[in-house]
Structures are given as structure tokens and as C-alpha cells.
């Protein structure tokens, strides 16, 4: 009997495989392994693929142990974004290091693609010029990593994002593939019409025979033989895509966010693709066979980690918990007003150069107050998002599903949902990625269909907004203002 899935998260800091009970809808094991990352240089993210690949290989191989091959259905794969591998077609051995997310190698690149081409960018992929997503990452290889160049000359050069470098391994070399959320970040890929774009990849200078075929997220990528079985990997995502899925956010206007040590919120837009005038990112959300849900994405840099600061450059607080009694304590943040920008404020801002800012302080002003402000300044970034996200889409939120460290915070998640005017609904299972992939993987063989997955996503605690929102309102917009002076830098 065949009642596990495992899901695959290969996340940039851990690998993990997790056995999901299709029965009991929970994981019951979970196998671990921490990946190195490297800073070669300033600003540089590396890490090694094949540790990634050996890593998976192993973490799954426990999973299947304490299961039995038997038992186990399939693999999904959710993965970290953007990051490119590139590696000899006929040895399947990486050619460089893997070029991470975080990397910023080509940032001055980046800056000088033509205004025109960044029109392109935006129109087909969905994404911004930026050195995160993978075209750029994949032309600097190519241009300065010698083996990766003389593959490429000969036809025998692989280049893909994480999952497409895991498949490719673990189905020996078979299947030389992608999903469509993956292929989203690449800024290579035109979400419209689902194909690698000829003039884009022109541009950066990437031939398409070295990029992985395009799949739905339900493909089926081949097999994984393990202990004398056959094992079919089937269900990938992106990480933050497999997350939308986990949370069954399957309607348009359903809405998620990650309350992790940055912010990360999206929204689907249903069969079509909105466009962002504030600068959020389009992207596929999901797939199931041929049908195509799109999806709005924003983040905030700080969240949970203004938090950290509260904690560990304050010291108000030893561990991030007592924030939430801290701030109830006292019955609002008495006129105090924080702004996290301690690296700039992204969407719908746009400026790298803003700095934080604490502002309405009396000689009454407490600790109690300051924890409060900064825990409201997490409510107020995700309802700038979501603000833009509606006007762009012409769509209403119609609730928020919440993950991530920070949304075990009861009075977070109440504040968030009496600004927001939604409910914010909180999951059992937090771990929405690994979730996402184990039931993308559960529809892909069939054994749920894309309507039940809402079954597997248990309410913990849903937060209802107040009725009484006038004052939170009035709060919100008084954050605006606090934003509109974190922007003055004084230069
Ligand atoms: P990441 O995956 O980004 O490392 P996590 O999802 O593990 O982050 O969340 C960790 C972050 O959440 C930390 O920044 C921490 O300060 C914050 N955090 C964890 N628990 C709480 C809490 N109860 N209240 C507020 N913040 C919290």
C-alpha cells in the first residue's frame, strides 16, 4: 500500500526530505542535512551542487528506509529560486560553483541592460532587470568559466536552476527538465507563452539547447531508483510557488505570507496575468497539467529580523517569543511609529537608500511601546503589499494564509488581520513549501485532485478582523507618514 508521498525541499541553508501520510495528512519523519554556502568575494553566494544533489539523495534515502520503498508513491521536489548550476551533459558533474540567489555578481550588468530590454523583461517574464533572478547569473558563466564555454561550443553543456540540476541526477542523466514556476525566475522564460524567449536569450547570450525543457508542475519528471524500486518524481515548484499550493491558495484572490526574517506575500490572480505599476513581480504561481494559475509576488527585507534586532542589538528580550506579551502589556504603541528600512524599503517604495526609523517617542515611551511598533511595522509593510497587489490586479484579498516563525505571533496575526480587514488564517502545518510539493506530487499521480488538496491544509487559529477598524486605519496611514520621513537620508 502505497500511502506516502515524499517531498523534497531543497532550501539554501538545508536540504530536507519529508515523508507525508496521505492518510493521516501529516509528515510523520523528516531527514535533514545542512548545505555550505561560500563568499568568495564581496557580495558573492556560492554553493557546491554536488553536495546539494548527495545531500537530497541521502535525505531521501532515510526517508525511504524508515518508510519502505513499498510505501512511498512518489517524490516532489520544491526548491530555492533563481540559482543556477552548470554541469557536462555526459558526466552530469557541475563545471563551477552554483551561482545563488543572494549572489550580486551581476549587479553592475544588470544596471546597464538598455532601457528597451528591461521593457522586454518586464512584459514576458513578469520580473524586473535584477542581478537575483538567473539570466544574468548564467551569462557571467558562460562568459568567464572556461569549461562551461567549451561545453557549450560542443553542445554538452547543461545549465539549469536547482530542481532541474536535482532531477537530472537523480533520474541518471534520463530527464533534463524544469517547471514553469522555476522557469519563471530565470528572467530567460515568457510566462505568456510558456517558452524560453529567443530575443531574451539573445540578449544574455544563453543557448537554449543548454537550458531544460519547461514542464507543468504535474509533470512527470521520471524515476528515482532506490532500494531495488522505481520511485517517480513527479510535483515541482519553486519554493515560495510550492508554498502558495501547500497553503491552498487556490482561488483567485486567496493570498499567503511568510513571516520569516524577511517578508513574503503572493497572490493569485487566477488564468491571468496581472501587471504591476508598483513594481511587484508576475509570476506562474502553479500549474496543474495544462492549466495555469498566475500569481503577484512582493517582499519586504525586514521582518522577523527587526525582531532579531529587538533581541539581539536592544536586548530587549531574549528570545523572540516574549515580543508578544511585551506588546500586549500596553494598549496600543502610545504614538510610536517604527519603520524597518534597515536595508532599504522595496515594493512599493523603491528605495535602497531609506533607512529605519523610530519615530512619536515621549519621555513616556516605553520598551513595551518600541516591541509594539516594531511588530506593527510588520503588519503595516504586508498590507503595502497587498494594498498594491489589489489595485493591481483589480482583484480583492479575500484572506491571508500565514507561515514562517513570526506567525506563531497571536497579536501579529490579529493586528495584521484588523489593518488588513481580512481574516488571516493560520495553518496546522507551517511547513507550507514542503506541503505544497508533497501534494503537487499526491495530483500529479492521481491520488488527489487539485479541489481536495484543502482537505490536507488543517486551520490551526483563524484571526478575524475587528469591526471597529477606523482607528487601525487611522494608524496605517500614520505609518505612511512615518515611511514618507524614513525616506529623507539626509544626503
Ligand atoms: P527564515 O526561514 O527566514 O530563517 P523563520 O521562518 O524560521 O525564518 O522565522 C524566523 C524569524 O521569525 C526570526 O527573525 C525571528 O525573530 C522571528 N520570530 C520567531 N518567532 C517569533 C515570535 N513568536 N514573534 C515574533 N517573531 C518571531
Known amino acids: 500500500m502505497k500511502k506516502y508521498v515524499i517531498a523534497l525541499d531543497a532550501g539554501t541553508t538545508s536540504v530536507r526530505a519529508m515523508l507525508f501520510d496521505l492518510q493521516a495528512k501529516k509528515f510523520t519523519a523528516v531527514a535533514k542535512q545542512e548545505v555550505e554556502q561560500s563568499f568568495p568575494h564581496p557580495g558573492w553566494v556560492e554553493q557546491d551542487a554536488n553536495e546539494i544533489y548527495f545531500k537530497a539523495a541521502y535525505a531521501l534515502n532515510r526517508c525511504i528506509t524508515a518508510a519502505g520503498a513499498d510505501a512511498i508513491a512518489g517524490i516532489g521536489i520544491a526548491n530555492q529560486r533563481e540559482s ?45 532587470a535584477d542581478a537575483y533572478f538567473s539570466a544574468s547569473k548564467i551569462n ?25 540540476y536535482l532531477i537530472f541526477k537523480l533520474t541518471e542523466g534520463h530527464t533534463f ?30 543557448p537554449r539547447s543548454a537550458l531544460p525543457e519547461a514542464r507543468s508542475c504535474t509533470a512527470r519528471m521520471g524515476e528515482f531508483r532506490a532500494q531495488n524500486a522505481c520511485i517517480p518524481i513527479a510535483g515541482v515548484a519553486g519554493d515560495q510557488q510550492a508554498a502558495l499550493f501547500g497553503q491552498a491558495c487556490l482561488n483567485k484572490g ?26 511587484l513581480l508576475s509570476t506562474v504561481g502553479y500549474a496543474i497539467g495544462d492549466k495555469i494559475v498566475y500569481a503577484l509576488e512582493g517582499s519586504v527585507f525586514n521582518a522577523g529580523s527587526s525582531i532579531q534586532w529587538l533581541r539581539d542589538e536592544m536586548g530587549f528580550f531574549k528570545d523572540s517569543a516574549q515580543s508578544e506579551s511585551i506588546a ?97 488564517d493560520r495553518p496546522r502545518e507551517r ?14 499521480l492521481g491520488l488527489a485532485d487539485e479541489t481536495s488538496v484543502s482537505d490536507y491544509r488543517v486551520c490551526e487559529r483563524k484571526f478575524t478582523p475587528a469591526q471597529q477598524r477606523e482607528g487601525f486605519l487611522r494608524s496605517y496611514s500614520a505609518y505612511k507618514t512615518a515611511v514618507n520621513r524614513a525616506l529623507f537620508t539626509g544626503k
Not at 256 to 279: D, H, P, W
Not at 360 to 386: F, P, Q
Not at 432 to 443: M, P, Y
Request: aromatic share 8%.
Open 328 to 424: 500586549l502589556s500596553v494598549p496600543d504603541s502610545g504614538g510610536v511609529f517604527f519603520v524597518p528600512a534597515f536595508t532599504g524599503l522595496g515594493a512599493p517604495y523603491w528605495r535602497g537608500d531609506a533607512r529605519g526609523l523610530l519615530c512619536g517617542i515621549t519621555r513616556g515611551t516605553s520598551r513595551a511601546h518600541i516591541v509594539r511598533a516594531v511588530l506593527e511595522s510588520i503588519a503595516y509593510s504586508a498590507c503595502d503589499l497587498s494594498v498594491c497587489m489589489q489595485q493591481d490586479s483589480g482583484i480583492p484579498l479575500n484572506g491571508i494564509r500565514c507561515d514562517g516563525g513570526a506567525s506563531a505571533n497571536d497579536f501579529l496575526m490579529q493586528f495584521q488581520a484588523d489593518v488588513l480587514g481580512v481574516a488571516i
Open 254 to 279: 486567496d493570498g499567503k505570507i511568510t513571516y520569516g526574517t524577511g517578508l513574503f506575500m503572493l497572490f493569485n490572480t487566477g488564468s491571468a496575468c496581472a501587471r504591476s505599476e508598483s513594481g
Open 140 to 164: 557571467w558563466g558562460l562568459a568567464h568559466v572556461e569549461e562551461a564555454r567549451r561545453l557549450s561550443e560542443r553542445g554538452k553543456l547543461c545549465v539549469g536552476t536547482i530542481d532541474s
Open 84 to 128: 543556477v548550476v552548470f554541469w557536462n551533459r555526459e558526466t552530469g558533474e557541475p563545471v563551477c560553483p552554483a551561482i545563488i540567489w543572494q549572489c550580486r555578481r551581476t549587479s553592475e550588468f544588470c544596471e546597464r541592460i538598455p532601457q528597451e530590454v528591461k521593457g522586454e523583461i518586464v512584459r514576458k517574464t513578469g520580473l524586473r
Open 431 to 444: 511547513e507550507s513549501t514542503a506541503l505544497g510539493a508533497a501534494l503537487l506530487c499526491a495530483v500529479a
Open 177 to 206: 527538465a524544469t517547471d514553469y514556476t522555476n522557469a519563471s525566475r530565470t528572467m530567460l522564460f515568457d510566462i505568456h507563452a510558456l517558452r524560453w524567449d529567443e530575443e531574451l536569450l539573445n540578449f544574455f547570450g544563453v
